[in-house]
């Protein structure tokens, strides 16, 4: 008995007093200030991460430049009207995009005015020109992308953006960041709270950041030749004839670029930069790619970091049956208009592929990040930013304090009053309870905010309930006539019954929220599931342990227990 | 010592009709309420900012005055739920956010919401007084930071979550004890919100944290008593569900008093003391505590005992229950009281 007391106390001692120093432990030297009520709470307030409803954080108001993605747009319409018509047979001089003062338009020069008819009637049969009104004069063709059109188009290209930027944000592991529209709906503008991260401009840079994988043919002789590059763009151009053709394009080449990051593209350019003449439109495009994720380089260093990529079924339908046929030919990597990477197609290849470009560990990582949450449709760019205060408010927060201090003393004095001695235990178990959570939070970097505090709530009644169920059944089987120790012991093993159902079965529901949930509802779960676990310990096992400590020093013929 | 109670002997199942009345005329009040709101004005619930949006405007003082003043100021403009936010890095700026007023969803940038609010802002500032020196210097409107995409998520979770509750309870007991949790949960939920429908209060992402708060209370509450029930059947195998399981929610009464009680006292100074920004959070926790109480007995063990009945016939000997409706009483046995109970349990 005294021994079993013994490596109890061990194991209690063992999990409560690092638990402790993390809650209440300064991360520095300690000096005499943290000893007082002032310095304690300052470092509870460094230790614990509060969330933006508690503490506040940034708000940034973002611009979403949604004409980008309007000109994207009309150019590979005019893509496609210039392949429909080529396929067609139309003897055509020139198609080209005309964007100015928000109007987009693609024009359309014939060589024979009389065929224009024909060429504006069948082009629509081709290409998707629903959103285009067309008109004609002389031997040119304009469609002009209606204004309705422009405003449900950039309006979908706000909701894109909103959604990437949402997943961008949760895969960065920020907690619980608020997103919602700004200003009127045409302003096309996003505002983002979030709670303080550690690095802003690295967030602000990866939500930023485009991440547009695009696979391509490069123009050159087949393999066992050499890929063809040229030194300057000129070159390149030159190579063409003079002028880029609209399913050619001219892109830079960096070969064993230093680190980059997806965020910082074309900041930091290589010294041996060259150039090559790639087909458009893309083999596949990012919009086709499935999953990312950064890779070490085989046999590489742990600073050469490669990302791995998988296409999705249509996207890898395409890309097999394109490698297939083109054996031998040199196949780039585009990210964000720059060739990462050229090899030679060996043979098939279905659904995978690498990038190299000898990244660093982070930025490997972040731009795989960007690649999965997939290219923004438009770009970004910051209007405002400001550091706020909590958004439930200060003088919420304080009375909500107030109000959890008066009901935690009124909890403590009713145990006190009613079981007792016992009361001393209950009220040990939900104090260490309580470090035990905190602790938790913090070795997990997690972020506490109003539904984590729901979650405590919860967690605390349980706590209550689970001293409450144990000392009634010792009431109960002290009522039927067992001796103590044989009361207390009975007690906790029936109730443990009831301990581990209820337990178990919030905890299971918690892992749902957990895993598949987001915000809120994932901060509710993370500090229940914890706080849960740690009762386990603290009602039962502690608490069991200050009973049997309890009656083993008042020896083996206990007549009565305070309960 | 102290006790509550003393070998009580309450025949609860007997009142299940009345408790399942109840709850039913309960839950339809709240459905009415929902329908009505939502013919009047398209709004079956008054969801607050974080769900349909709103105006932002801020507001620069030369002498700001406390969080507390500027709600008081704004409430007496009829400016109810406002968010009251500070710039910490321009301590003389203010964010004041308030919820859409207009019915309807999702029209957050209608112009006449935004001017409805600098105004209304613009006259409660006035009441400070020229020395504050006031000034709106941008109003902005705010789309809701949970959308429907968000909402839809946060609701299938939940479900996805009480079929977990429902498969667990189905493995540790049997699969009615699972449903009927299940159902009592549901119960909880639907009238906390038609309470909130009834009574127009503000539904925000503070209330949603408060509601999975009480599906977890619930549950807690409803498997003490049927695993109280469960350890009875095993030691009384000759009694009735029926009686065994009056005798467990006897058994458990004053656990169940308690702890009921000491969460409702804490939620009590939440409500009396937590302030205006928290105070739906409370009212959902003091009306899902006190539901998710009455649940476990009124709603979650009759209905296992009913679907108990029909599925196993054999522990039913007792007729009499069913027959003469609500009123008749059990008739006891000799073995049926508190300490008997647990003189059994320690003979095993």
Request: net charge neutral; aromatic share 8%; proline share 4%.
């Amino acid at each position: 008995m005294k021994k079993s007391i013994l490596q109890r106390a061990i194991i209690i001692a063992i999990i409560t007093i690092p638990a402790l120093y993390l809650v209440v432990g300064p991360r520095h030297r300690p000096t005499l200030h943290d000893f007082t009520y002032a310095g304690l709470k300052q470092t509870l307030a460094e230790n614990i991460h509060l969330g933006l409803d508690l503490r506040g954080g940034s708000y940034l108001v973002m611009q979403i430049q949604t004409d980008d993605y309007l000109k994207e747009l009309t150019t590979n319409t005019m893509q496609g009207v210039q392949k429909a018509a080529q396929d067609a047979g139309f003897p055509v001089k020139d198609v080209h995009p005309d964007i100015s003062n928000g109007n987009y338009r693609i024009v359309l020069e014939a060589n024979d005015a009389s065929k224009i008819g024909d060429i504006q009637s069948a082009i629509p049969k081709k290409v998707d020109l629903n959103d285009w009104s067309a008109s004609a004069s002389g031997n040119t063709i304009t469609w002009s992308l209606t204004s309705a059109a422009q405003r449900t188009l950039s309006d979908q290209a706000v909701t894109q953006e909103y959604n990437i930027i949402y997943n961008r944000i949760n895969s960065l592991g920020v907690a619980e960041p608020e997103l919602a529209t700004h200003g009127a709906q045409s302003s096309h503008q996003l505002v983002l709270q979030m709670p303080g991260v550690d690095d802003p401009q690295r967030v602000k840079e990866l939500l930023q950041a485009q991440s547009k994988l695009d696979l391509v043919h490069v123009v050159s002789p087949p393999n066992p030749a050499p890929v063809q590059t040229y030194a300057t763009k000129e070159e390149a151009i030159a190579s063409l004839g003079g002028n880029v053709p609209s399913n050619r394009e001219v892109l830079a080449y960096a070969e064993r670029e230093e680190a980059t990051t997806a965020a910082t593209q074309g900041a930091n350019k290589n010294k041996e930069k060259r150039w090559v003449v790639v087909e458009m439109p893309p083999v596949v495009g990012g919009s086709e790619l499935r999953d990312a994720k950064a890779v070490t380089a085989f046999g590489g260093t742990s600073d050469n970091y490669q990302i791995s990529f998988s296409l999705k079924p249509g996207g890898a339908e395409k890309f097999g049956a394109w490698t297939g046929a083109n054996v031998n030919q040199y196949m780039g990597v585009v990210l964000n208009e720059e060739v990462k990477s050229i090899a030679f197609i060996k043979s098939q290849i279905t659904d995978s592929g690498q990038i190299d470009g000898r990244f660093t560990k982070q930025s490997a990582e972040d731009l795989a990040m960007t690649l999965r949450s997939g290219a923004l449709p438009a770009r970004l760019t910051y209007l405002e930013e400001r550091t706020v205060g909590p958004s439930l408010g200060a003088d919420s927060i304080r009375a909500g304090v107030t109000a959890s201090v008066v009901g935690f003393l009124l909890v403590v004095f009713f145990m006190l009053f009613y079981y007792r001695g016992s009361g001393v235990n209950a009220v040990v178990a939900l104090l260490l309870n309580l470090i035990l959570l905190m602790a938790a939070l913090i070795i997990l970097k997690a972020t506490l905010t109003l539904p984590g505090i729901a979650g405590i709530i919860l967690t605390i009644g349980m706590a209550v309930d689970s001293n409450v169920l144990i000392f009634e059944r010792i009431r109960e089987e002290l009522h039927s006539g067992k001796t103590v120790p044989s009361a207390v012991e009975v007690g906790f093993a029936r109730a443990f019954v009831t301990i581990i159902d209820t337990h178990v079965t919030t905890i299971v529901s918690s892992l749902f929220l957990y895993l598949f949930g987001t915000g809120p509802v994932r901060g509710f779960a993370v500090t229940l599931v914890l706080g849960l676990l740690a009762n386990l310990f603290s009602a039962v096992y502690v608490s069991r342990t200050i009973f049997m400590w309890h009656l083993n020093r008042r020896g083996q013929h206990v007549e009565s227990i305070s309960i | 010592m102290i006790q509550l109670f003393k070998n009580v002997n309450i025949d609860w199942l007997a009142n299940r009709r009345l408790f399942i009345t109840v709850s039913v005329l309960l839950m339809l009040a709240g459905l009415a309420s929902a329908v009505i709101r939502f013919a009047v004005r398209s709004d079956p619930f008054n969801l607050g900012i974080d769900f349909k949006g709103g105006t932002v405007i801020t507001v620069q003082f030369k002498q700001r005055p406390s969080d507390d003043d500027i709600r008081r100021a704004l409430q007496q403009q009829g400016v109810r739920d406002a968010i009251i936010q500070r710039v910490t890095d321009r301590s003389d700026e203010v964010l004041i956010r308030l919820p859409q007023t207009a019915p309807g969803s999702g029209n957050a940038e209608d112009q006449s919401e935004v001017n409805a609010g600098r105004s209304n802002v613009t006259k409660a500032l006035a009441t400070f007084g020229p020395q504050v020196g006031a000034s709106i210097i941008g109003v902005e409107a705010v789309g809701p930071v949970a959308g429907a995409a968000l909402r839809n998520q946060a609701i299938a979770v939940t479900l996805l979550a009480l079929v977990g509750i429902l498969v667990y309870i189905a493995f540790r007991f049997e699969w009615t004890y699972g449903a009927a949790a299940v159902i009592a949960v549901f119960h909880d939920v639907l009238v906390t919100l038609g309470i909130f429908s009834i009574f127009h209060w503000e539904i925000n992402l503070t209330v949603i944290a408060a509601l999975l708060t009480l599906v977890g209370f619930s549950v807690n509450d409803t498997i003490v008593v049927f695993d109280r029930i469960r350890e009875n059947l095993r030691l009384h195998r000759r009694d009735s569900l029926y009686k065994v399981t009056n005798d467990s929610i006897n058994q458990t009464l004053s656990r169940t008093v308690i702890t009921s009680g000491l969460a409702l006292l804490s939620v009590v100074a939440l409500v009396v003391f937590g302030g205006e920004v928290l105070r739906y959070f409370s009212l959902a926790l003091l009306i899902g505590i006190i539901f998710g109480t009455y649940s476990s007995v009124a709603i979650a063990s009759p209905i296992m005992v009913w679907w108990q009945q029909r599925l196993e016939p054999s522990r039913t000997p007792a007729g009499p229950a069913r027959r003469s409706g609500g009123t008749a009483r059990e008739p006891r046995s000799a073995s049926s009281n508190v300490r008997r109970t647990g003189a059994n349990a320690a003979a095993r």
